[in-house]
């Protein structure tokens, strides 16, 4: 009894060894061929000379469509009426900037504005305007995506609208902040639900959340609370639904206090004695006013009388 069981336990410890080995072998050959695969489609990528951006409409030909064509069409695709483009075509010239060699300052600017409203990655906004990257395929794989992401032709003149836009002159003619000696809103004052108990307010103050691509080292800062790839922004808009001031870069993790704080050291100056209006995510002090936490808010009712 103890031969015929020594026996099948050496027979068991067999099958397990040829298990191991087929296991070990099966993932060397997976292992093999996900090499392969990555080596050829490497090599397809980054070596095959076929043109990839050959669009018979270029991004140069597109912008002259949407400036002849329908006024609503400029409107929908870039955000901005055609004299608005126009108008800002004239500042960035008076500014100083031209024309490259290869891109028209016409075609600069609708870079900035389609990604700004789209939100789409710099690969897609690539590929609306057939603007491809530099050629990189000398240098290693690690490196190339690096290289790449530098030297995209439509990454460079978005930067560059970016800071023509954030900067002085252009910014500082036109962001103007409601001053201390600002008047009364007549959407407040004409109003008695609302006069005299706002007359201080200056407009409303709340952020907002825009959707964005950030690299994989980014993307979990970026992961808002309800699981989407987002900015946070902090928006102003006074009473007669006009934006006073924007204030972006936080990632979507950011709550709505601490780019409030980051704004009013940096460049958010709000006059003595006037306040904004936000909601119960901001701080309690002397520039905002906030809803009482813990306080039930009848707004439906409100909103039905008259008076109050």
């Given at each position: 009894?103890?031969?015929?069981a020594?026996?099948?336990?050496?027979?068991?410890?067999?099958?397990?060894?040829l298990?191991?080995?087929?296991?070990?072998?099966?993932?060397?050959?997976?292992?093999?061929?996900?090499?392969?695969?990555?080596?050829?489609?490497y090599?397809?990528?980054?070596?095959?000379?076929?043109p990839?951006?050959?669009?018979?409409?270029?991004?140069?030909?597109?912008?002259?469509?949407?400036?002849?064509?329908?006024?609503?069409?400029?409107?929908?695709?870039?955000?901005?009426?055609?004299h608005?483009?126009?108008?800002?075509?004239?500042?960035?010239?008076?500014?100083?900037?031209?024309?490259?060699?290869?891109?028209t300052?016409?075609?600069?600017?609708?870079?900035?504005?389609?990604?700004?409203?789209?939100?789409?990655?710099?690969?897609?906004?690539?590929?609306?305007?057939?603007?491809?990257?530099?050629?990189?395929?000398?240098y290693?794989?690690?490196?190339?995506?690096?290289?790449?992401?530098?030297?995209?032709?439509?990454?460079?003149?978005?930067?560059?609208?970016?800071?023509?836009?954030s900067?002085?002159?252009?910014?500082?003619?036109?962001?103007?902040?409601p001053?201390?000696?600002?008047?009364?809103?007549?959407?407040?004052?004409?109003?008695?639900?609302?006069?005299?108990?706002?007359?201080?307010?200056?407009?409303?103050?709340?952020?907002t959340?825009?959707?964005?691509?950030?690299?994989?080292?980014?993307?979990?800062?970026?992961?808002?609370?309800?699981?989407?790839?987002?900015?946070?922004?902090?928006?102003?808009?006074?009473?007669d639904?006009?934006f006073?001031?924007?204030?972006?870069?936080?990632?979507?993790?950011?709550?709505?206090?601490?780019?409030?704080?980051?704004a009013?050291?940096?460049?958010?100056?709000?006059?003595?004695?006037?306040?904004?209006?936000?909601?119960?995510?901001?701080?309690?002090?002397?520039?905002?006013?906030?809803?009482?936490?813990?306080?039930?808010?009848?707004?439906?009712?409100?909103?039905?009388?008259?008076?109050r």
């Open positions: 009894m103890n031969i015929n020594n026996d099948d336990d050496y027979a068991s410890d067999e099958e397990e060894d298990d191991e080995e087929d296991l070990i072998v099966q993932a060397a050959v997976t292992a093999a061929i996900s090499a392969a695969f990555v080596v050829i489609d090599s397809q990528t980054y070596y095959d000379k076929t990839y951006h050959d669009s018979a409409l270029s991004g140069a030909a597109w912008v002259c469509e949407l400036l002849r064509g329908h006024p609503k069409r400029i409107r929908k695709e870039l955000g901005v009426h055609k608005i483009f126009r108008a800002l075509i004239v500042a960035l010239q008076d500014a100083g900037h031209r024309r490259s060699k290869f891109v300052l016409e075609e600069q600017l609708a870079i900035f504005l389609y990604t700004c409203v789209t939100g789409l990655s710099l690969v897609h906004v690539c590929e609306r305007f057939q603007r491809a990257t530099e050629t990189a395929s000398k290693v794989y690690s490196y190339v995506i690096i290289v790449m992401i530098a030297n995209l032709v439509c990454c460079r003149y978005f930067l560059k609208m970016l800071l023509f836009f900067s002085a002159p252009f910014y500082n003619d036109y962001v103007k902040l001053r201390a000696d600002a008047p009364i809103p007549p959407e407040i004052r004409n109003n008695p639900k609302f006069y005299p108990f706002f007359k201080d307010a200056l407009g409303a103050i709340d952020g959340h825009i959707n964005c691509c950030p690299s994989a080292a980014d993307r979990q800062a970026a992961r808002d609370r309800k699981g989407g790839l987002t900015q946070n922004c902090l928006a102003i808009c006074g009473f639904m006009v006073y001031y924007m204030f972006s870069g936080w990632e979507g993790s950011a709550a709505d206090s601490t780019m409030f704080h980051d009013r050291v940096t460049d958010l100056p709000v006059p003595p004695g006037r306040y904004y209006l936000a909601d119960a995510g901001f701080p309690t002090c002397a520039s905002l006013v906030i809803p009482i936490r813990g306080k039930r808010y009848h707004l439906l009712e409100w909103s039905r009388a008259d008076l």
